[in-house]
């Protein structure tokens, strides 16, 4: 019998610990692991180090991109799970591109929360609390019949146990 593979989106806003989430996810499953930040191009790694936000044609050709690493996994039946923002349906819309049986992980959280996280980091390029109202602006949460929807409250141990057991009860 052929184990069963999945192609994983975990999303939320920056702050919410889509990377760290989605690397104990991959580590867990024992599979690949893309942060999509570091796919993004050094023109909008530029504009967010400087406290610019994103438009939808700022993240076209990144989301694109992330759409192929998910339709490449697909047509391998190989395991992925890639942390991306994925703010609006129709940024999730084009990742599905890449697989439709995508299963998503939403972090969800409340600005305050958000905040202090953001205000820990010293090594990422986001920055400014402009940039975070700007995506909680932009952010159009999926519904429970789109994504699991994990409270980041939970320690990160949690919510990885949270998304295989709702992964599982598909």
Known sequence: ???????????????????????????????????GDDHHSP?????????????????GEWLETLAGFFADYRRREAS????????????????????????????EGDRERLRQRLGGRKEHFFRGDAMLDSQLGDLE??????????????PPEQIVDAFLLALKER
């Open 43 to 59: 023109a909008s790694v530029d504009k967010m180090a400087n406290g610019i936000p994103l438009d939808d044609a700022d993240r």
């Open 141 to 154: 949460p999926p519904g429970r019949d789109e994504a699991v929807v994990v409270d980041i409250n939970q």
């Open 1 to 35: 019998m052929k184990a069963a593979t999945y192609r994983i989106l975990v999303m939320g806003v920056s702050g919410s610990g889509k990377s760290h989430v989605g690397r104990l996810l991959a580590r867990r499953l024992g599979v690949d692991f893309i942060d």
């Open 80 to 107: 992925v799970v890639i942390a991306c923002s994925a703010l609006k349906r129709r940024y999730r819309d084009t990742l599905r591109g890449g697989d439709d049986g995508l299963a998503i992980l939403f972090l």
